[in-house]
């Protein structure tokens, strides 16, 4: 059966310090991966998907960029965490074309910028 | 424009009460994709359904059920005689095939009370 892990599960980070989210799926190959976050009293905001290794679009343009250096690892980075950067990090991935099948999500990473 | 509208942000009721969740949605495409996922207090999301543009058919899955009409751009759900084990955040989202992009609704959060 197919695993999705995410770590560290909880982070609490300065402002301006570095950030690097990992995400790996196990029972798969060539998942599609999402991260997601999710603002308190917010719905999920899709940042970055990938369809392949080195294959990363972004949804939103600001300073957090997301890599994909193995089939089933994705990493979500930032040079420099904003406060707004606070909120909880989702993994996901899905098996068919992006987007149009379900997703499979990974239990969170709950970040804090003070 | 694109969007996903679940209006209720919060919904209490007495346990064995029939619920049901709304979701509204809006696209231009003709081909698309709605879904229903949990958010327990745990935080990881679970995929509840999937439905295509073209599958108007209702769904039952046990307490569960689905209520999926074009013409009034809705996808609602119901859980019939609800447990204590319902209560979670629940979002609706909507996967747009000519965007290639999902977006999910705010959430509506769910309290069964026993």
Redesign the interface.
Known sequence: SQTIHQWPATLVQPVGSPLSLECTVEGTSNPNLYWYRQAAG?????LFYSVGIGQISS?VPQNLSASRPQDRQFILSSKKLLLSDSG?Y?C?WSAGL???????????T?LTVT | AQKVTQAQTEISVVEKEDVTLDCVYETRDTTYYLFWYKQPPSGELVFLIRRNSFDEQNEISGRYSWNFQKSTSSFNFTITASQVVDSAVYFCALFMNRDDKIIFGKGTRLHILP
Not at chain 1, 42 to 46: A, K
Not at chain 1, 102 to 108: A, K, L, T
């Open positions: 917010r719905g999920l905001q899709l949804e909880f989702l996901a992006a987007g149009r099948d379900e997703q499979y999500f990974g239990p969170g709950r």
